[in-house]
Every structure is written in C-alpha cells, then in structure tokens.
C-alpha cells in the first residue's frame, strides 16, 4: 500500500473520531452548564475550559474571561477556521477520503460525503437549545455510521488496521481531553471540592462519554470523582477507556505487524504505555496530579503516532495542533 | 434545419428503433424520476468534477441525459476505422517530427509550424520511446451534419479525459434500464480498463523485466478530472499516485509504500508537461517528481503520453492533418477535417475576417471551447472586440464555417427536444490501435448551443455502438 493511502487512512480514522469527541465535549459543557446546582457559582467557565481541552484555545481568538456561549459553540460546531471543529473534521476526513477514493468502500465513502455534505447545508447557528443537542445526535449518528460501514464493509488488511489506528489514537487522546475539561473549570474554591457542583460537573462528563450507564454496571457504586477518573483512564471494558484504546492501539499493531512480516517502530512505545497503565491505580495518578498525568498520556499519544508513520512512510510529522500546548495552560 | 440522428425525413431512423419504443413506454414524468435517481447515483459516488476558486459548489455533476446516442454497426465502422488511421498518423508524424524531420524536408508541412509551438520539447529530440509510441490515447473529437458525414474536429494527444463518464454513463443506465441492454444489443464498453492496462504493459520500458508496474499519477484531489484518475486507477487495479509518492534513484522510478520503495515502470500521468519534473521543465512545479524526466530519457520508465505530444494536436497541425496521413500512410483521410482557414496565410486571413460573422474563430493553443468566437450568435460588438484580438496576431487564430452539428433529442425542461452533440471516442496505442466500441457523448444542454464543453455547461450521453 502507498504510503500516503496509510496515512491518509489514518487520519480519517482520526478526523471522525474527533468530531464525535468534540461533540461530547460540548455536550459535557451543555449539561454543566445546565446543572442546577450551579447557581450560586454562575462565574463558572465551563465553555473556555471545554475550548482549552478541545485545542481551540488559539483559534477562538477572543479572551477566555467571559466566553459567549452561542460563540464559543460556534467556534466548536461549525467554524471552518478552528481545524477541529466538527465541520472541520468532517471536511477533513471527506477530503482525506476522496484523495484515496478507491481505497475505501462504496459504503464508507458515501458515510464520509454524506455526512460533509449535510454539514455543508446546514444553518450555520442553530446551535442553541433541543437544536443543538439534536445537532450532538446527528454528529454521534454520523461517526457511528461511518464505523459501522467499516466494520461492516472494508476487507481486513493493512488499509482497515490503519483506519483503526486512527480512531484508538484519537480516542486516547479525546478522553485525555475530555478529562481535562473538568480540571479547567474552575470550582469557585478549594472547599467546594467534593461539593454538590463538583459531583454533578464529574457526573455530566460521565454522560457525555456516554458512559453513565457502564459506569454503575461496572462499580456497582456510587458515582465519585476517583471513581469517574479510574472508569475513564483504567477501566479495561470500557470502548472510550484509555487503557482501553491503548491496548486497541497495540493489538492493531500487531496486527499490521503480521500483515507485513515486519517489526513497527512503534511497537515498545505502544506496548510500554498500556503496561504503565495497567501497574497504576487510580490513587496514585491522583496522588501525581490528574492534570499533569493526562498531559503525560497525550505525549506518549503522540508519540506512537510519529513512530507508527515514521515505520510506514507517512509524510513527516506537521503537527497540525499539538494538543499538549493547549492542555498545559491554566 | 440540423440533422436529427433519431428523428430523420419523418422517420425513425432504423438504429433508433429500440430507443424509439423505449421512450414510447416511458412517459416524460417516468424519465424525470429516473434522471433524478441518476443524478442521486453520481452525487453519491462522487462522480463530479472540481471547479475550485469560481464560488458555488466546489463539485459539480456534468448534467446526464438519459437519452442515448446511438450508432449503428456499420457507422460505428467507418468512425473505428478512421479515427485509428488517425492515431496512427499522430505517432509516426510525433516520432518523425523529434527524430528525421522528413516531412519538413519534403516540404509538405512547413517547419515554422513546430519552431513556434510551446509543445515542442528539445529534451525529446533523437529520443524514441518503446515501440515509437507517443501518444498512448487519443481522443478524437467528432461532429457529424448528416447520414454520412463526419467530421474531425479536434485531436487531443496530451491528456484526453472523459472516459471516465463513458463507462459510469453505461452503467448508470444499465442500472436504471436493464431491459434496454438484454439480448446483447449494445456492445459494451467496460473492456476498456483492460485495453487500457494491456496498452500500457505492452510499452514497458527497457529497465523492465518481467510484469511491469503501472501507475496513474494525478496532479491531486483539486484536479477538476480527479475522479476519472481515481476510477481509472481502481478500474485497473493499480495504485493512482502523486508526484510526492514517487522519487528517482539511480535512473529508475520509486513509489514509496507501507513495506519501503517499490519499482514503477510505466506512468499513466494525468499532469501536464510543465509540471512533470521540476528539475527539467517549470522549477515551481510541486507537482512533479525531480528527476523524472532523466530516467524516461534514459529508459528507466514510460511515461504515457510521452512528453512532447502536445506537438501534433494544436490547431495549426490540425489543418495539415490529411497531408500528414497521406505522407505517413499512403492513404486518404477515411474521417475529414473540417475546411479550415488559417490566419496565418494572407489569403485566408483576408477571407476568414471578411466573413466573421459566419464563421467560429478558436485560438490556434487553445482548448475547452475557451476563447472561442460563434460569429451568427456573436453581437457586432463582439466581433469587433474579437477582430482586434486577430489583427494583433493572426497566426494564433483559425476559423472554420459553422457546421450545422447534429441533434439529438434530449430530456429538457420543456420535454423531449433535439440539442446539438459531438463524440469522442479514444484510441489506445501500443503494438496495435485499439478501440472500445462506445465514446463520449457530449451534448449542449442549452436551445440552439453548439458549444458541448462540460466547462461551457455542456452534458453527456450513453452512446451505444449496436452489436449489428
């Protein structure tokens, strides 16, 4: 396979698992937001941490002080300027798939045009109220039904394992993000931690990962922020887990390693961050700082993928936005 | 009136007769519906063409009539005949006119047509490619005013595209109206990736042995005939690549894959000359590949068409057509040119400006019907404007009469209505010249337009060549 179809096929993987993960995240600060237990702290910033996690920071362009909620959706849903935006991804995961066009199936590219070209129709700024969570369905419904054809469709070889690469990278690497929305809205002091707004700001991360439902089938307990943390970074079940992703990431590279008869590059970085994981618990990533260890997943994210393309000839890296920036701030 | 190629002295003529029944049993609102389930077929596969930086949807369909065009067996072999006459005259004069140069030396053509022509490469001089082959395919653009008459309008020896829409147009029908193609009437049209990868191995270059590689290179996703470079290469079965997956090392052609460098020993290359190589042509050229030009020279790969090809197909050489078959051949055109004044001889120039008004003037190095002046659909203002642009420089124009171009009925707004076609079938040159039965239809969407040119609007046509 040419080495621009892998990478192509990458970031496909990589564009339409964003899209649905920036969704979530607005999602997450659409049920903060709407919390009632926020009144007393109305200062709160949900909508400037969810821009800082979602890597818009820069593109957003305005101060994060007193961020407009209609400008900060804008900024996340639709605008063309911000590279991750969810009509961005889309954009970019249809163009990414019309440059290899034959290299995927009928049904996968018709998956990517259509849900670009349904983007492209629509109403730029009806992202307010059941419009814009109708707006979150769709793109979770577009995401999906593109796996879906994938899964449904593609041949398994080299061409199917780079497309999941893809999206078990991008996945970590959301997660990580999504995580991070909570540690940048600010609670209006330290005392408040463990607090009513606290539990309901872990619970509303919680649904947008889709996750509530998991979470108490899985613990069997009460929901708390240690117990929301370890379900999203350690819980080896869990399809949107760190740990989770990272193993998806190794067994993939595996796979591509039997496909080719060839060792990756990226082999030990791979298997080496799922192992760290995996001898971790969620006390002691508290006790390191969950911040700073989710600055730390994101980097070594990042470095599987440099070395992935650098073992299979993918144009040298041009970070388009280095996520880790972003997330260092505060 | 035109000549219509269905409806002819109040009959159907007799090639027409299945098409005549199928539009009998389908009424107009039956093939509105199917129009609308085509057109949903080809937004959905993503058959369109680009038109960037114009505003408006980046990708557009080409509008598709349903209605096919249709010629009989032995029409059909009139048109095989002469347009493969026709290739074969293109190459030999291409390889004459880089090698010996005999046919300037016996006067027939005159050697200033070549010294001005932005085509003509020195690099390709004392070069000849595997089995003297240039130009691989050949799209021949003709018109047709009558029963018997056609006419060569246009020989395109570069990059000729369009047969992308020949083989989706089929298929779309075939799927829309299956019982239109049983019993084998309609000679099919799908054997021409075949034809094409056959052509294509069989001028493997001398670095070659064993089976050799085949590539299509495409100039990017932003190509406005990007999807027929996608189609063809899938059609094919092989890689489509650009110029940044392929390097040169040691006189031979890479492309660069998932398992490391791999050989690549003939190049379908849907990019124009200037930007091939940067090294040897335009040195802003991202495009290309450095070095490419060096190792096709050295026979290290092929490049299909050959460089330089653009030598044979602008409308100066154009004129000399049938004195370039019969000193090639020995034969007289079987497919005329069209009568042609050139500008640059005083005589025709003084005939052609007295007459603009009745004639199309094209510019000599244009193409894509861009450029152009219809002189009875021109205002006098127009043709003043255009007067002037040839009086600057008269060797840079041609003008032909006005032909009047056949019709064929097409599904308009208002009906069912006759609007004006051409075709244009493609040669495949290798050891021998071949054709798929079938071509591009293009048809003029507007009432009374002769201009057929998807960049002008124009649509297309399923042509059916009949099995008998």
Known sequence: ?330 | MPFDEMNHDGKVREAYAAVASWLAANDIDTLRERHAEAEAIFRKIGITFAVYGEGGDPERLIPFDLIPRVFSAAEWEIIDSGVKQRAKALNLFIHDVYNDQEIFKSGVVPTAIITGNDAYLSSMEGFSPPLNVYAHIVGIDLVRTGPDEFFVLEDNARTPSGVSYVLENRSTMMRLFPDLFTGGLVRPVDGYPDLLRNTLSECAPPACSGTPTLVVMTPGHFNSAYYEHSFIADEMGVNLVTGSDLFVDDGLVFMRTTTGPERVDVIYRRIDDAFLDPRAFRKDSTLGVPGLMEAYLAGGVTLVNAPGTGVCDDKAIYCYLPEIIEFYLGEKPILPNVPTYRCAEPDEYAYAMEHMSELVFKEVHGSGGYGMLIGPAATKAEIAAYAARVKENPRAFIAQPTLSLSTSPTLVEAGIAPRHIDFRPFALVGKEVRLTPGGLTRVAMREGSLVVNSSQGGGVKDTWVLST
């Not at chain 1, 993960?21 to 941490?49: F, H, Q, Y």
């Not at chain 1, 398994?156 to 993000?177: H, I, K, S």
């Open chain 1, 1 to 330: 396979m040419l080495s621009r179809v892998a990478e192509h096929l990458f970031w496909i993987g990589r564009y339409v698992e964003r899209a649905e993960a920036v969704a979530r995240m607005v999602d997450a600060a659409r049920r903060m937001t709407a919390l009632p237990a926020r009144v007393g702290w109305e200062e709160s910033n949900e909508w400037a941490s969810v821009l800082i996690a979602a890597g818009a920071r820069e593109t957003f362009g305005k101060s994060l002080e007193d961020v407009e909620p209609r400008a900060a959706i804008h900024h996340l849903m639709y605008d063309r300027s911000n590279p991750s935006s969810v009509s961005s991804c889309f954009t970019n995961a249809r163009e990414n798939g019309r440059a290899i066009r034959f290299a995927l199936t009928q049904d996968c590219w018709e998956a990517l045009n259509t849900a670009w070209s349904e983007m492209r129709h629509m109403p730029g700024d009806i992202a307010q109220g059941g419009a814009l969570t109708n707006l979150i369905e769709w793109v979770k419904a577009k995401s999906a039904a593109f796996r879906g054809t994938m899964y449904g469709t593609m041949l398994r070889g080299d061409g199917y394992d780079f497309l999941r690469m893809g999206m078990a990278v991008e996945r970590t690497d959301t997660t990580a993000r999504l995580l991070d929305v909570k540690y940048h809205v600010l609670l209006p002091s330290v005392s408040d931690i463990g607090s009513a707004p606290d539990h309901y700001q872990w619970m509303s991360l919680l649904q947008a990962a889709g996750a509530q439902r998991a979470y108490y089938a899985v613990k069997h307990a009460d929901l708390t922020a240690r117990g929301v943390a370890e379900f999203m970074i350690l819980e080896p079940r869990f399809p949107r887990s760190i740990l989770y992703n990272l193993r998806q990431a190794e067994r993939t590279v595996m796979e591509l390693e039997e496909f080719y008869g060839q060792r990756s590059a990226c082999h030990e970085a791979v298997s080496g961050a799922g192992e760290r994981l995996e001898n971790t618990t969620i006390d002691s990533i508290m006790q390191f700082g969950l911040h700073e260890f989710i600055t730390e997943v994101i980097e070594r994210n990042n470095e599987i993928a440099n070395l992935l393309g650098e073992t299979y000839g993918f144009a040298p890296a041009v970070e388009e936005d280095s996520p880790s920036e972003d997330v260092s701030g505060q």
